[in-house]
């Protein structure tokens, strides 16, 4: 079974969130399965740097204003395909915003010609490769299945995943044809969308099968209150549409074998999550007792993730004893703000802005609780890695937050199965009695221990989602179109 994955960001290439490590672990995650899975992604000057002696595999003339090249390498057991055009990718920093943070002007060109490759390569671009199935990721890749479904031959079938319906991809309707598309695609069954052309839209229409990273967060965008513009169209294809949840990369996230830990895990024992503690705490530079609470945070720095929230309920957390670090960058005034709570208080709250990842996995081994107070969140990894790591989530009930975390409520207590602490609505209130419910809980040890093992012993692995992936590509490639 050969399947071709189309991502505007792949780790351990290029990063920006959650859809890169989803597109990086996959192909390794199938591989067992009997899937073989190239992945087509575009070439930013950080992924050239780092393909070793890549082979030139297809010239490409005319692709949206200058040439291309197709080249393919294997970085760490990834076979990559990468989109050479300069015209589009040569930039430098963040691949979707320019140095003042605005969408690069030409992200419509950029990204179907992303999208028009691969389904090029879907009907046979390279000798010899024809993919069973095309699997598009997020809204740049979204017009793949667009220009497979208008392209009149017989051809691969398509899935699309959604990992953050929040971004859609919406452009001018008089691109319809400089993007290469047909005047019949501008229709309501087509890329048409409020008048204007939708990247996901085309993806979420013309795709075969629809997939999302959690079922709750299928659910949810099934509606209109969840769809954000998109609701009614989802779930008109409702028996088309999977929630599968993600893994997290247990090579990359064990805490067993973790390089970037102070102290590792060894057995069943959690004195090793002590010395992370101390080590994040003087890393950042709070100076209170091994005894004080600390909650983490890893995230994006932004409403939906609710860290407007936690900074209203900050007050709340410090008078219940506990403290406070944030790794993290995003809304400019949420960085500010949280920058002067650290200097306000230095000792209790510790703030990084940016992204590091061995601090990344310090907060994971260190901190006591992990929080996660998102509006909406499709999947979520972060709250995975801290059930692998003995730190116990505090979660908003959404999305794939609410399917991934066993709320400690008195019954899940008494049955031994709790792994972490949800709260609803998302609201400051809500989110203080979570932070209370958690102190509270911190001072049981028996109880938190509890929980803790039985995070350490969930399956936040790929082989469950690998296995629902390749049923679904299986059925898919068998439908005859």
């Known amino acids: 079974m050969r399947v071709l994955s189309v991502a505007s ?52 003339s005319g692709l949206f204003g200058g040439d291309a090249r197709l080249l393919g390498a294997d970085v760490d057991g990834l076979d990559v395909l990468v989109l ?33 490759v691969a389904a090029d390569i879907g009907l046979e671009l ?44 919406r452009f001018p309707a008089e691109l319809l044809r400089p993007l290469g598309l047909p005047q019949k695609a501008l229709s309501m069954d087509g890329v048409e969308y409020f008048g204007g052309i939708g990247f996901l839209k085309a993806g979420l229409r013309l795709a075969d099968r629809i997939t999302t990273v959690s079922p709750t967060y299928a659910a949810e965008i099934s509606t209109v209150e969840g769809g954000m513009g998109l609701g009614g169209l989802i779930g008109g294809r409702a028996d088309l549409l999977s929630g599968i949840l993600n893994g997290v990369d247990e090579a990359v996230w064990d805490p067993a074998t973790d390089p970037y830990l102070k102290a590792r895990r060894r057995g069943n024992g959690l004195a090793w999550r002590g010395r992370n503690k101390a080590a994040l705490k003087e890393r950042l530079g709070l100076t209170t007792p091994p005894e004080n609470m600390l909650f983490g945070v890893i995230s994006r720095l932004s409403e939906q993730k609710g860290l407007d929230l936690l900074l209203a309920a900050l007050p709340r957390l410090k008078a219940l004893g506990a403290d406070l670090v944030v790794l993290g960058s995003g809304d400019a005034a949420l960085e500010r703000a949280y920058l002067a709570e650290a200097s306000k208080d230095p000792g209790r709250v510790g ?42 989530p505090v979660v908003a009930r959404v999305g794939g937050l609410a399917d991934t975390v066993i709320d400690a409520n008195e019954m899940a207590i008494a049955a031994g199965v709790a792994t972490g602490i949800q709260f609803a609505p998302v609201a400051r209130e809500p989110l203080e009695h979570a932070l209370a419910r958690a102190a509270d809980l911190w001072r049981q ?37």
Request: charged fraction near 20%; proline fraction near 9%; glycine fraction near 10%.
């Open 9 to 60: 960001e792949v780790f351990p290439l290029v990063k920006t969130g959650g859809l890169a490590d989803v597109a990086g672990a996959l192909p390794g995650a199938l591989a067992s399965r009997g899937v073989t899975m190239r992945t087509l992604l575009p070439g930013y000057p950080t992924v050239l740097e780092k393909l070793d002696t890549p082979k030139t595999l297809r010239r490409i």
């Open 84 to 116: 050479d055009a300069p015209h589009l990718y040569e930039r430098p920093g963040n691949p979707y915003i320019d140095s003042l943070g605005l969408d690069w002007p030409d992200n419509a060109q950029r990204f179907a010609a992303l999208s028009k």
């Open 126 to 169: 390279l000798p010899r490769y024809r993919p069973h199935v095309v699997h598009a990721h997020d809204w740049q890749a979204g017009l793949a299945p667009a220009y497979l479904a208008y392209a009149g031959k017989k051809r691969p079938g398509t899935i699309m995943t959604v990992h953050n319906l929040a971004f859609q991809g």
């Open 351 to 392: 703030v990084f802005i940016g992204y590091d990842e061995p601090l990344a996995h310090l907060v994971q081994g260190g901190s006591d609780a992990l929080l996660v107070p998102s509006r909406f969140e499709p999947c979520g990894l972060t709250q995975l890695c801290a059930l692998r790591y003995g730190s116990v």
């Open 445 to 481: 040890p028996k109880i938190w221990r509890q929980m803790q093992a039985n995070g350490l012993a969930t399956d936040v692995g790929w082989q469950r989602p690998a296995a629902h992936y390749a049923a679904l590509y299986r059925a898919v490639a068998s439908d005859d179109r």
